[in-house]
């Protein structure tokens, strides 16, 4: 099991408290950010995540700390009934809510406040469950993971996108720009060193590839995979219920 690592060093708050304060400090600038900060690269990853989704039946989706949104309304590309949105940050969901209006996607997009440890939905009614980089920031791993796994019909996948340990050679530039370079821009960008001084530290501590496969398995979902992406600086899980 990973250590759990917290933004606020120091804070009384539980890290899910945490999480959500972070990211409504840096809500306004996330999506720029994440253009930047990848070179654009993650509009790539995000492809790769609604191929495979495309790949099995997902009719009904749920995406699980869905931010502002971008990976439901990429889904809504596919021939969906309905994708559900959860959060936990109150401004992450508000600027999600008017993308979502922009693109007038509201009758297939639902985006509402939840904690991915304890939703507020019923058993077995998921064809497909989605998370991109989010799951590193449960506060309990495990029982986040099982909630996913409750909500799926039977037969039903998780399709999960996770920051990961890249390969050796370019693992030395790669703690240099995420350790030094990424916190500087993030500060300077948004005023909060913390938030993405969190990142590097949260990643380091996440239990990739093997480790989070095995974590997935003993939460009870089977046909489980992992696919590098990018010489692994993200890693594409999947698993069935």
């Known amino acids: 099991m990973s250590r759990l690592i917290l933004p606020y060093v120091g804070s009384p708050l539980p890290k899910k408290e945490q999480v959500g304060k972070m990211f409504d400090s840096i809500a306004d600038n996330y999506d720029f950010l994440n253009g930047i ?6 509009k790539h990853w995000q492809n790769r995540l609604v191929k495979e989704v495309a790949r099995g039946e997902h009719k009904y989706i749920l ?25 936990i940050s109150d401004e992450m969901l508000t600027l999600g809510q008017i993308k979502v209006r922009q693109k007038n996607l ?28 989010g799951v590193r920031n449960f506060e309990d791993l495990e029982k986040g993971l099982s909630e996913i796994r409750r909500v799926l019909r039977p037969g039903g996948k998780v399709v999960i996108l996770e920051f990961s340990k890249p390969i050796a050679p370019i693992r030395p530039f790669y703690h240099l720009y995420s350790h ?17 001084n969190y990142l590097p530290r949260s990643v380091d501590a996440f239990p990739s590839s093997k480790r ?18 990018t010489l692994g600086i993200v890693s594409l899980y999947t698993g069935q219920k």
Request: one cysteine or more.
């Open 63 to 87: 995406d699980v700390a869905t931010g502002t949104g971008s990976v439901a309304i990429a889904l809504s590309a596919l021939r969906t009934e309905s994708i559900t949105g959860v959060d």
């Open 106 to 133: 509201q009758s297939v997009i639902t985006l509402k406040k939840s904690d991915a440890e304890n939703l507020q939905l019923a058993d077995n009614i998921f064809d497909v469950v989605t998370v991109a980089y």
């Open 180 to 196: 030094q370079i990424v916190p500087m821009i993030g500060k300077w960008v948004t005023g909060n060193s913390q938030a993405y």
């Open 212 to 229: 989070f496969i095995s974590i997935l398995q003993k939460t009870g979902f089977q046909n489980t995979a992992c696919k590098a992406l």
């Open 37 to 42: 900060l990848s070179f654009g690269i993650f």
